[in-house]
Structures are given as C-alpha cells and as structure tokens.
C-alpha cells in the first residue's frame, strides 16, 4: 500500500475548504484506498492530508489522468506545497484500515534515520513503540511507512480523543525513546497532532 502525505500552508481558507470536498472525486479511482486529514495544532493555516493507494501503479494512473481536474478548484488557496511518498511497512496496533470517521485527531511523525541503524530503528518500532502504542485505551490504529529513499519514514496514527492521545504522551514517551535507543537511531525528527476535519474525509 502507498501513503501519501501533503502538507501546506493554506492562504484562502474559505477557498480551500470548499475545494476539498471536490476530492470526494476519489472514490471512483482504481486502487484509491482513503483520504483524510486536518488542521496542524501548533502551526496556523497548515494542512495535513493522507492518501492511500493499494500501489504505486495505481497512484501514478491517477496522477497521469484525474488529478490536475480534481485539483483546479484548489490552485491558489494555498502555497508551501510538500508531498511525500512512502511505502506501508507494518501496522502500528493491528488491523490498519485507511478509514478516518471514528478519530478525533491524527499524529504524524516523520523521521530521517542512520543509514546503518534503518534495521535496529525498525525493530524498535516494531518491539517498543508499537506495543506501546496499541497499549493506549484511545489509539485506535496506526501505519509505519518508509520511503524509497530508504532513510525516511513515517509514522501515522489515529486516536480517539485530545485525553487519551495526552495521556500517552505524559506517561510514556521520554521512556520509551531511551528504551528504544532512538537518539541513536535517528538524525531528524519532527511531528504534529492534527485535528481532523471530517467533511475531508474521503
């Protein structure tokens, strides 16, 4: 499955808003998957969207033939455009599904790791955080991706409320990273907590 991840600045929210729903275009797409996404938390007027695509393939018919008529009504109402590709690895929890309408808000993490340390970074993720992840009462589920680049990935997950997604960050978080060697392991890493916007939801 194929991830895809747009982040932008948004300059004409009321523009924007309304050409978003055009997405909802998507559904009669071969291998088109979900899409959905929100507002960034800490940075005004930034978007986040996530599309998924049974494979590449499919993702690069789409984008050869739908996408720039699906996309018209949003040119200009925003800038700062970045998209990402990544290719899903693994389930954070399990039962990963591309469906958005039962979560409250979004976390995305996106990391740059050691050339020689991607295979003890995976394990880690794979032995510590996602059990630890899929042991918080509000996570509902979660993807871990990398990119072709090899040295980058994402990791997408969904919660059920602002409460539970607090909880887990408090309690676990600075423990885990030790646990996980993840200074070691990684040369950059940032994240958000998105607030969804369910009319986007795809």
Known sequence: ???KWMRCTVVD???????QRKWAGLLGEPGFR???GGWSRSREGVVHLFGFWE?????DSFMARSHDRLHAAQVGTYK???VRLFEYRFDVKTGFRP?????DLLRVAHCRVRPDR???????QEKVWNPAM????GMLRGVFAQANTEDEFLVLSMWDSTAEYGKYRVERVERLALRAQTGADVTHVTGDVIDLEPSWTV
Do not use: C, K, N, W
């Open 80 to 82: 700062e455009m970045q």
């Open 134 to 137: 899929a042991g918080s009462p």
């Open 1 to 3: 499955m194929l991830v």
């Open 118 to 124: 991607i295979e003890h970074y995976t394990l880690m």
């Open 99 to 103: 469906v958005f309408t039962d979560a």
């Open 55 to 59: 494979s590449r393939a499919f993702y």
């Open 13 to 19: 929210r009321p523009g924007f808003v309304r050409a």
């Open 34 to 36: 979900g899409q959905g």
